[in-house]
């Protein structure tokens, strides 16, 4: 594989799915239950998430397989536009993530700590999160450096023709 041909938004695309793919396998959750006797247990990965975690993974995960093949020449660009569509689908994964760390790290949390549980986040997700951002970064740049503007995003036509529908 020549890797010449990778610039700097395909290294931040795949370097952000690369991490996302380690980083989702740890722990995602932390649960201090020294209090009622059971000590310090971390649980939960990426797939224990669906909408906040499992989807933003398969958007990522193929976002960076598309950005290998595209550099590496094993696929052609086509009519689609794949920088839009990247961006759309690492900014959603993006947005995802950062609900699922933001707004509620575990279902069931406020039961659990209404029993004395302490439930926070995981290294796992907090990492997971940073890569996703990271592969986010790298199709705006990707999207950006060959000519196009976020404002594109918001026009249906633009987006229809990067499906490579006229």
């Known amino acids: 594989m020549d890797f010449s041909k990778f610039k700097t938004p395909d290294w931040l695309k ?12 740890m722990s995602w959750v932390k649960v201090d239950v020294g209090e009622i006797g059971f000590g310090s ?5 990426v797939f224990d998430f669906f909408f906040t975690g499992t989807i933003p993974w398969i958007l990522i995960m193929a976002s960076a397989i598309v950005t290998v093949l595209l ?29 699922r760390i933001i707004f ?20 796992g997700m907090i990492l997971s999160v940073l ?3 990271v592969a986010a970064a790298g199709s705006i740049m990707s999207f950006t450096a060959g000519g196009g503007n ?16 006229n």
């Open 104 to 123: 509620n790290p575990l279902d069931g949390k406020n039961e659990l700590e209404a029993m004395g549980v302490d439930v926070q986040r995981g290294i």
């Open 150 to 165: 976020l404002k594109d995003l918001t026009d249906v036509n633009k987006i229809k023709d990067g499906f490579g529908q």
């Open 131 to 133: 890569a996703g951002l």
């Open 41 to 45: 247990n971390s649980l939960g990965s």
């Open 71 to 99: 550099a590496t020449g094993k696929m052609k660009q086509g009519k689609m536009n794949w920088p839009m569509l990247m961006v759309i689908a690492n900014g959603l994964a993006a947005v995802l993530l950062l609900i």
């Open 14 to 25: 795949v370097g952000g799915a690369l991490g996302f793919l380690i980083f989702g396998f």
